[in-house]
C-alpha cells in the first residue's frame, strides 16, 4: 500500500486529538487518512472526566493556552449544541492548607489573566449545591464559571465525520530517500506519504523515530465511573481533595479522584475496588440521594509529555513529522486540532504554540 500523490497526511490515532487535526486538515482541502491501533482500553478520550477548563493552569503560557482552548468550544457549542459541551461553571473546594494555597493561587492567576475566578465561602458553595454535605466545612471555594464539561466521544466522532478510520498499528516513522516519510505497521506493512501527525496519545513512546533522538513521554493512568443517580447530584463541576464530581446529563454524574489514579497507575487495586471506592465517596458526600449506581467504569491511559505541558507542532529534525499530544487533551483538542492544521497548510506556527514545541525534547547526538 503506497500513496504517491503529494501532500497526503497521515493522521496516527483518531483520539480527541488526532480527530481534531484530522477535521480540520480536511475541512481545509487536505488529503488525510486517519490510523488507529483501537484496541480497546488503549484511549484516553473515552475515559475522560472531560473538565474543559482554563482554571486549573497558572503558569502563563499553559494557563493563556488552556483559557484559549475553552473559548474555542463555543465552536464546539454552537456546532453541535448543550449535549456535547456545557459551560457550568467549576467550584475547586479547599479544606486543607494546601488546597486553600491551590484555591488562592488559581483565583489569582485566572484574575490576573481576565479568565475570572472568586474566592467563596462554605456556605454559598452549599446555597449552589444544596445535595452536597462535605466532612469540614470549607477553608474556601475557588469559583470558576468560565469552565464547564464536554462529551468528548461525541466531539470526537463529530471530527472524524466523513473521515474513514483504519485500523493498524504503526510502529515507526522514518524518512525515505525521495524525501517522504514511511509509517511502518506492526502487520509488516507500511504506507509511505507526505506528512505524518503523531497524535497517538500514550502510544507515542512506542513509536520508533530513528531519525531523531527525542525525550518520550510516559503515561498515567485514569479511573472513571459513570453512575446513575435518582436525581441530579450537581449542576457544576466540582473538586475536592477527595472526589471530583461532575454532571453528565439527565440524573447522571462522572466521577473521578487524582489519589485514586495514582494507586492505579501503581497498579495497587483493582477496577473493582476503585469504583468501590468512588461510589463509596459519592454516596458519603450525598447521604439523602438512595441509588446512586455505576453504570460504567473505564479506564485510560492518560498521555503526559516528558515536562507535562503540549507538544505541537512539527520536530525540525524529521520534515513532514509533526506532534500532537497533551495532558490536558480534551480542553486542549478543538483548538490545537485547528492550529496544527494551519501550520501544516501554512508552515507557520502560531505564536500560542511556541512554548510547546516538539523540539524542546530533542536530545543531543550521542
Ligand atoms: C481519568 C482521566 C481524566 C481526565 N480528565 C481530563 C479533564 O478533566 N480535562 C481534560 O482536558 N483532559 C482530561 N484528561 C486527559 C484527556 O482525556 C487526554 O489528554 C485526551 O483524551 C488525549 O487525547 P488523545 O487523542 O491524545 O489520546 P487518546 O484518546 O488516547 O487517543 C490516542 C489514540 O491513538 C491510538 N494509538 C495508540 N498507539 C497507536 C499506534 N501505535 N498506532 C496507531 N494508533 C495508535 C489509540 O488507539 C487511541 O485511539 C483525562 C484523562 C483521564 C484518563
Known amino acids: 500500500m503506497t500513496s504517491t500523490t503529494?501532500?497526503?497526511?497521515?493522521?496516527?490515532?483518531?483520539?480527541?486529538?488526532?480527530?481534531?487535526?484530522?477535521?480540520h486538515l480536511s475541512r481545509r482541502g487536505a488529503r488525510v487518512s486517519v490510523i488507529d491501533a483501537q484496541t480497546a482500553g488503549d484511549r484516553a478520550t473515552t475515559a475522560s472526566f472531560a473538565c474543559v477548563n482554563g482554571s486549573a493552569k497558572s503558569e502563563p503560557a499553559l494557563a493563556a493556552l488552556n483559557d484559549r482552548g475553552v473559548a474555542e468550544y463555543h465552536h464546539v457549542?454552537?456546532?453541535?449544541?448543550?449535549?456535547?459541551?456545557?459551560?457550568?461553571?467549576?467550584?475547586?473546594?479547599?479544606?486543607?492548607?494546601?488546597?486553600?494555597?491551590?484555591?488562592e493561587l488559581r483565583v489569582h492567576a485566572a484574575r490576573a489573566r481576565g479568565y475570572?475566578?472568586?474566592?467563596?465561602?462554605?456556605?454559598?458553595?452549599?446555597?449552589?449545591?444544596?445535595?452536597?454535605?462535605?466532612d469540614t466545612v470549607p477553608l474556601a471555594v475557588a469559583w470558576f464559571d468560565a469552565d464547564g464539561w464536554a462529551d468528548p466521544d461525541a466531539i470526537r466522532r463529530h471530527f472524524l465525520t466523513g473521515l474513514q478510520v483504519r485500523q493498524?498499528?504503526?510502529?515507526?516513522?522514518?524518512?525515505?530517500?525521495?524525501?517522504?516519510?514511511?509509517?511502518?505497521?506492526?502487520?509488516?506493512?507500511?504506507?509511505?506519504?507526505?506528512?505524518?501527525?503523531?497524535?497517538?496519545?500514550?502510544g507515542a513512546p512506542d513509536i520508533h523515530l530513528p531519525a531523531a533522538r527525542t525525550t518520550r513521554g510516559a503515561a498515567s493512568f485514569g479511573l472513571v465511573v459513570s453512575v446513575d443517580t435518582p436525581v441530579d447530584l450537581v449542576s457544576t463541576v466540582i473538586r475536592t481533595p477527595r472526589?471530583?464530581?461532575?454532571?453528565?446529563?439527565?440524573?447522571?454524574?462522572?466521577?473521578?479522584?487524582?489519589?485514586?489514579?495514582?494507586?492505579?497507575?501503581?497498579?495497587e487495586i483493582t477496577t473493582h475496588d476503585a469504583t468501590e471506592i468512588l461510589l463509596d465517596r459519592a454516596r458519603h458526600m450525598f447521604p439523602d440521594a438512595v441509588g446512586i449506581n455505576a453504570r460504567r467504569a473505564t479506564i485510560g491511559p492518560r498521555p503526559i509529555p516528558p515536562d507535562g505541558a503540549p507538544s505541537v507542532g512539527a520536530l525540525a529534525a524529521v520534515p513532514g513529522y509533526y506532534e500532537l499530544s497533551a495532558h490536558s487533551g480534551v480542553t486542549l483538542a478543538p483548538l490545537l486540532g485547528r492550529l496544527l492544521a494551519e501550520e501544516i497548510l501554512t508552515g507557520?506556527?502560531?505564536?500560542?504554540?511556541?512554548?510547546?514545541?516538539?523540539?524542546?525534547?530533542?536530545?543531543?547526538?550521542s
Open 77 to 103: 457549542a454552537a456546532a453541535l449544541g448543550d449535549a456535547a459541551v456545557r459551560f457550568t461553571g467549576q467550584h475547586f473546594v479547599a479544606t486543607d492548607a494546601e488546597s486553600l494555597r491551590v484555591a
Open 6 to 23: 503529494p501532500e497526503h497526511i497521515t493522521v496516527l490515532g483518531a483520539g480527541i486529538l488526532g480527530a481534531a487535526a484530522a477535521h
Open 168 to 202: 493498524r498499528r504503526a510502529t515507526s516513522i522514518v524518512p525515505t530517500s525521495s524525501g517522504r516519510l514511511r509509517v511502518e505497521f506492526a502487520d509488516g506493512d507500511s504506507t509511505d506519504t507526505d506528512r505524518v501527525v503523531n497524535a497517538t496519545g500514550a
Open 348 to 365: 507557520a506556527h502560531n505564536p500560542l504554540t511556541a512554548p510547546f514545541r516538539p523540539d524542546r525534547f530533542r536530545k543531543a547526538p
Open 116 to 134: 475570572g475566578g472568586e474566592l467563596l465561602d462554605g456556605a454559598a458553595l452549599r446555597e449552589r449545591e444544596p445535595r452536597m454535605r462535605l
Open 243 to 267: 472526589l471530583g464530581i461532575r454532571p453528565d446529563g439527565h440524573n447522571r454524574a462522572l466521577l473521578h479522584s487524582h489519589d485514586v489514579d495514582a494507586v492505579i497507575t501503581r497498579g
